[in-house]
Antibody, heavy 116, light 111 residues
């Protein structure tokens, strides 16, 4: 069974940094592209970034380009999101998503709150 | 870039059929696959339709997806509505085959 467990969320001040992690299990991690999708409180879904299985190709949404960096460690079956220069509008639940060709499998999410 | 537009909310009675639309603003709806996600309150999204009209295992055949090039839209049809279908539904496609684009979401109320 595919399992994705996000961690690393919390309260951070505007301008601060945070690193999210996603521990994957139940599948051959390096075979799949992975993505981060976020959801602000009471709002819709917003794609953040995608990273290929090899880690060689990354694609970022307009709202986070230049501030957020997606990465992975295939030896640890883990996906990361380094978030810098955080703003209040980055406040959201961040989901880790396995792109599996059948719509994707989503984790339970981790909440990031940017506030002073 | 394009946008996907969904109705903000729909409601229908148990046992009835509801159709949720997702209209692409530019470019052909057929040029990239459309997915549909269901999000129940307090839960993470789950895939109910992928590649326009395919159901993942475990999704009942009461849910179906389609695309219509004449209206440049995708649709999620839920028949035999049950109270458990009450949720937010999001359509999603890809820009240039890579960049995810979400619709704004539709809140389904089963009265």
């Amino acid at each position: 069974e595919v399992q994705l467990l996000e961690s690393g969320g919390g309260l951070v001040q505007p301008g601060g940094s945070l690193r999210l992690s996603c521990a994957a299990s139940g599948f051959t991690f390096s075979n799949y592209a992975m993505a981060w999708v976020r959801q602000a409180p009471g709002k819709g879904l917003d794609w953040v970034s995608t990273l290929s299985g090899s880690g060689e190709s990354t694609f970022d949404g307009d709202s986070v380009q230049g501030r957020f960096t997606i990465s992975r460690d295939n030896s640890k079956n883990s996906l990361y999101l380094q978030m810098n220069s955080l703003r209040a509008d980055d406040t959201a639940v961040y989901y880790c998503v396995q792109e599996n060709g059948v719509g994707g499998t989503w984790g339970q999410g981790t909440l990031v709150t940017v506030s002073s | 870039n394009f946008m996907l537009t969904q109705p903000h909310s729909v409601s229908e009675s148990p046992g009835k059929t509801v159709i949720i639309s997702c209209t692409r603003s530019s470019g052909s709806i057929a040029s990239n696959y459309v997915q549909w996600y269901q999000q129940r309150p307090g839960s993470s999204p789950t895939t109910v339709i992928y590649k326009n009209n395919q159901r993942p295992s475990g999704v009942p055949d009461r849910l179906s997806g389609s695309i219509d090039s004449s209206s440049n839209s995708a649709s999620l049809t839920i028949s035999g509505l049950k109270t458990e279908d009450e949720a937010d539904y999001y359509c999603q496609s890809f820009d240039s085959g890579i960049y995810w684009v979400f619709g704004g979401g539709t809140k389904l109320t089963v009265l």
